[in-house]
């Protein structure tokens, strides 16, 4: 498969050096037979290893960098790319040259498949060693299987094959151990004999599709889990605050769920960014009020709120409102002429 990205010609002659000037990197995924270039920029180091089969065209980045920098590259040919962060001190960033709003972005640990359209573009890496794993692919591949198996990446392909002027991306992938362990691999088979036959490269190639969709079903099911758990939390305390306002313990519901305290609260909070605890007191708060409203005495909203005392009540009031549960009732009755 043909080239498409490119540093820029002079600083990237300019700086390139032999394997052993290098004093910082040491080559993790060597590409026996494929072609390597070593840059080296003052104490900053770069390995850039690519092979080229007829469907795709792999490629490795590693780098160390005292300070985080910016690299320009040029997509000479709209392409379907997917990348892997196998190490970075923090999370790498595209932009279009000229601006400072981030196409895409990547988190170390993490892949994305990312459509890019013709054009430059600034990679912005973190300080410290990052190392990155990749390849672009034609559309063709996935016709060599069967397509629905990628829908978790369906906007990216097809924004490839309409050669849109727009870059987009998937969400992100975990790597996960079997993932990393098959780059590995096709790291390694590139250095064979056969290293000319398609039918290996394809076939690894679609492991590693394989690999990234799995992963990002395996994610979806365990956010859609999560959001399940924290919507069941969430009724719950709805129903216990009905039934005794204030006062229950959450030990009932996390036996009811069936989960442990750790798994529920963070399932809450995930799903909508506010604790138990808060989702409580703010359904307790808007009961009391209710009942405030209504006219009925402090002392008896203070009971039917599960507190043992007007005392308590007014604490949680106060602590609630900045007022007391008098000076509510006050406003309340300022406001709406009762």
Not at 22 to 51: W, Y
Not at 180 to 186: T, Y
């Amino acid at each position: 498969m043909k080239k498409t990205i490119y540093l820029p010609r002079l600083p990237y002659l300019k700086n390139k050096v032999a394997q052993n000037q290098l004093r910082t990197l040491r080559t993790a995924l060597p590409m026996a037979n494929g072609q390597r270039t070593n840059l080296k920029f003052g104490i900053s180091e770069c390995v850039i290893q690519e092979f080229d089969s007829r469907y795709v065209y792999l490629y490795s980045f590693e780098v160390f960098l005292p300070d985080r920098q910016t690299f320009l590259v040029r997509s000479a040919c709209s392409d379907l790319h997917n990348i892997y962060m196998l190490k970075g001190t923090s999370a790498l960033s595209i932009t279009a040259s000229g601006s400072e709003e981030a196409l895409l972005s990547l988190a170390p640990d993490r892949s994305r498949f990312f459509y890019l359209p013709q054009g430059n573009y600034r990679i912005n890496l973190p300080k410290g060693e990052t190392r990155l794993f990749g390849y672009y692919f034609d559309n063709k591949i996935f016709r060599m299987d069967n397509e629905r198996k990628f829908d978790f990446i369906k906007p990216v392909i097809d924004a490839r094959r309409t050669r849109s002027a727009e870059p987009i991306a998937s969400k992100m992938i975990a790597i996960d151990p079997i993932t990393s362990l098959n780059i590995r691999h096709i790291c390694n088979i590139l250095k064979h004999e056969n290293v000319k036959d398609e039918g290996d490269i394809i076939v690894a190639t679609t492991v590693l599709l394989n690999l990234a969709r799995e992963n990002f079903n395996k994610k979806c099911n365990e956010v859609q889990s999560q959001l399940s758990l924290a919507q069941n939390a969430r009724r719950l305390i709805e129903d216990h605050v009905l039934q005794h306002g204030h006062n229950f313990n959450f030990e009932a519901i996390y036996a009811l769920l069936g989960y442990k305290k750790s798994a529920v609260h963070f399932a809450h909070q995930r799903a909508f960014q506010e604790s138990m605890h808060d989702y409580k007191n703010r359904l307790v708060l808007e009961k009391a009020l209710k009942l405030l409203e209504q006219g009925q005495s402090i002392k008896n909203c203070a009971y039917s709120c599960g507190y043992n005392s007007p005392e308590t009540f007014h604490r949680f009031i106060k602590n609630q409102l900045g007022i007391t549960p008098a000076e509510y009732v006050n406003i309340f009755r300022i406001k709406t002429g009762f």
